[in-house]
């Protein structure tokens, strides 16, 4: 007998299906199936299934004050079933913050800042010396199942009068343990976005990708894509939104889309505050921005569950596919008028609102608060 079956799942796509899960996967999907299960759960007519909503760039270490928020308050509570802390905590605190997380109902994963205590400051690698090698591969072996990848931060507030070499030291970092997927957070120069992208590769993921800054990827006084940008997106860099409190502006993701230029995947780079007070409030907020100025649903629910579980190698995730965890996000749409506000005090109306309403992780149903 399963665990639980979800009867009349219907994808974005219009798959219609009844799914299976037992001990915690997805072990049966058939139009109908006719086994039973100790508890059902049927879709209502309008709702949707996707697999479990990934945001891969949030900051919940709970004990930290510059940034910080809680996993399930950004978690199962919004649809989203597995976060990734984008580098709040370094090689030295880390531990702390796994022990926390695992107290969690949502998966936790975390990205390891190359600074030796994260972000409890603004300025973490202005001090090179706190970039320990040592500390990282022991992090890593340590926590193996808890830390998915690097993070780099790359702005001027951030790395004082070291240009770009913070970034080559997490290259080398990464190199030296298992090509390890790196994020690179970017904002305003020194260094510019140029010399950062030229030291990124394949695989490697640039949060922020639409910021509104002199330094991203617009420019400003022409309106259109720096041409260097074209390159490093073919390269195979992916560009992650990382929305944040200064991190999204309508008219360059707009820009970008009419350039060709489209988000590997949405982010929300959510902590308390702009959770609280916006503009970020949740990451269907942020999905819904996306699909305001012109990417469609099907898209964007793939950019916040196989794209991002593909990136940061999440193998069981991402999918409603037999043997992949029980992480399922159902949800419907809303047709009334929204307005949104990006980083920049700019705004935009939708008519289409997308609305979590269950968050099922590793088989079991949470109610969000929808």
Known sequence: MFDLIIRDAQTIDHKKMDIAIKDGKIVKIESQIKDSAVNEYHLEEGAFISAGWIDDHVHCFEEM??????????????GVTT?????????????????????????VYALVNISKWGIVAQDELADLSKIKFDLVAQALRTCPDFIVGLK???SKTVIGENGIKPLVLA?????ANQSLPLMVHIGSAPPSLETILAHMEQGDVLTHCFNGKENGILNQENQSIKSFVFDAYHKGIAFDIGHGTDSFNFDVAEHALAAGIKASSISSDIYIRNRTNGPVYDL???MEKLAVIGYDWKEIIEKVTAAPAAQF???????IAVGYDADLTIFSFKEEDKVLTDSNG????????????IAVIGGELFETND
Not at 89 to 107: C, Q, S, V
């Open 346 to 357: 700019n705004t935009r109306t939708t008519s289409v609102q997308i609305i979590p309403t």
């Open 284 to 286: 269907a907020t942020t």
């Open 83 to 107: 976060v990734i802390d984008a580098g709040t905590t370094g090689a030295e605190n880390i531990h702390r913050f796994y022990d926390l997380a695992k107290e969690a109902t949502t998966n």
């Open 152 to 154: 780099a931060r790359m």
């Open 313 to 319: 190698r999440l193998n069981n995730k991402g999918k």
């Open 65 to 78: 004050s510059l940034y910080y928020d809680y996993p399930d308050e950004i978690g199962y509570k919004q």
């Open 171 to 175: 290259k080398e970092i990464q190199n």
